[in-house]
């Protein structure tokens, strides 16, 4: 015959014990912070029973047992509200400190929006703190808790530049199809930098995502290997499925070009190495300048200004209806 097993001991955890809001008259404790906590002397009971409470009341504060009930419950109403004042002196702190960290983001995204120094946060905290002293010296001191240093500032706009990639390459990971348009220039260092943009359709409702991709330092050469190795090397960082390409723009440069070792040739080969299709690729070039060259063409065949003006608006504002009525 077999013996039965050994019962299993139920856990505290598993009984769901839940706080009653008539413990807060008849025993004076609060549920506050996932804990049940006596107004009377601020601790707390290890389990949520009455029978824990209840001991504690009786043991703990034997005087309060005799008060009245009217009494007992403004002493109640007394200690709930110096239990809620206390705790909002310790938040109030937390969410000075928050907002002055949130101002401080915001002051270091214009800063770099601008293309200000690191320590032009200096001169910004300075002004900021001689407007609070004439307009509001009683809240001056909040505007003191706002770090605008110049390593802080450095550390803010790292910090929103990182929050940036990652967004973009949460997007990149489920796009559905995109482009790219590349275009390299020399700064005034005699550095090649390329700049390369994305525009694609990342979900099926047809959200256009058209950002920076990248801008990449190009050391030595600027032939167009070592431009299809820095743009694989950006597609690689930023989760960037080849397969899904649809078309790159570039400018007339023959290392963009070039019939041989230009950029565009280089990479359909990559693809067809890839087993990726390359034949439906598009590829555009100089599409700015040849629009500027176009628009230019135009206005001068056209004898009078406004009339030119009334036919681009009357077209512009035909197309936009046509898109507008497609179902």
Known sequence: MDKPGPSKKRKVKDENRQFQEIWTEKYFFVWSHNKVVCLICKNSVAIAKEYNVKKHYETQHPTFTKFKSELKKQKMLFLKREL????????????????????????????????????YGDFVKECIEIAA?????????????????????????????GNIAEQL????????????????????????????????????????????LGMCSLKGQTRGVDILNVLLDECSKTYLDLSKLSGVATDGAPSMIGVNSGLLNLLKKYLQEKNINAEDLMQFHCIIHQEA?????????????????????KITRTQSQAIQTIP
């Open 293 to 313: 060259l176009c628009s230019k063409k135009i206005v001068s065949k056209c004898h009078e200004s406004g009339s030119f003006d009334c036919k681009f608006h």
């Open 169 to 212: 390459n949460e997007k990149t990971k489920i796009i559905e199809f995109f482009s790219l348009s590349l275009d390299e220039s020399t700064d005034i260092s005699s550095t090649a930098q390329l700049l390369i943009f994305i525009r694609g359709v990342v979900t099926q409702d047809f959200e256009v995502l058209e950002e920076l």
């Open 84 to 119: 809620i004042g206390q705790q909002a002196m310790f938040t109030k702190p937390i969410q000075d400190s928050e907002t002055a960290t949130e101002v401080s983001y915001e002051i270091s995204r214009i800063i770099a929006k601008r293309s200000r120094p690191f320590n």
């Open 133 to 161: 002293k004439k307009m509001c010296p009683e809240a001056a001191k909040k505007f003191e808790k706002i770090q605008l240093n110049r390593m802080t500032i450095q550390r803010r706009i790292m910090s929103l530049s």
